[in-house]
């Protein structure tokens, strides 16, 4: 049997093409039949006081994509403007391929993956961050 699996634990709630799932006493799974379902971990999401930085801003951006509340058409400018200022703003070998990704990510329209990889790259721009503010 093919789909996606989401394995919930007691009380996670879980934004499926656009409905609020909770799961209720225990921990359960869910298999999502239907393919490029757009669905968002509630635990994952960014808020939107919360993203302040140019890589959460973006995130944040592909993450109302992913959860279906911002139609693909209206978030595809702003997301490859967001990807190119990121391209030029990281220097490190490493995060130039993580910028990479993302962005033939975004131009092909895979948003989820884009948002996974986002993940990372939001923790690289904290370290970083966090030594421009330690010096």
């Not at 996606?4 to 709630?13: F, N, P, V």
């Not at 656009?18 to 999401?45: F, K, N, Q, W, Y």
Request: glycine residues 6%; contains cysteine; positive net charge.
């Amino acid at each position: 049997m093919s789909g996606l699996l989401l394995k919930l634990r007691a009380g996670e709630r879980v934004l499926v093409a656009g409905a609020l799932l909770e799961s209720v006493g225990r921990p359960s799974r869910l298999r999502v039949m239907t393919p490029d379902t757009p669905i968002l971990r509630l635990r994952d999401a960014i808020d939107p006081t919360e993203a302040t930085t140019p890589v959460s801003r973006l995130a944040h951006l592909v993450q109302m994509v992913v959860a279906g509340i911002l139609p693909e058409s209206d978030a595809r400018e702003e997301c490859h403007t967001a990807i190119s200022a990121l391209a030029s703003a990281f220097v490190d070998p490493g995060d130039r391929i993580l910028v990479e990704r993302i962005s033939a990510d975004l131009f092909a329209g895979r948003y989820y993956p884009a948002l996974r990889r986002l993940v990372d790259l939001r923790q690289r721009e904290a370290a970083i961050l966090a030594l421009a503010k330690a010096s």
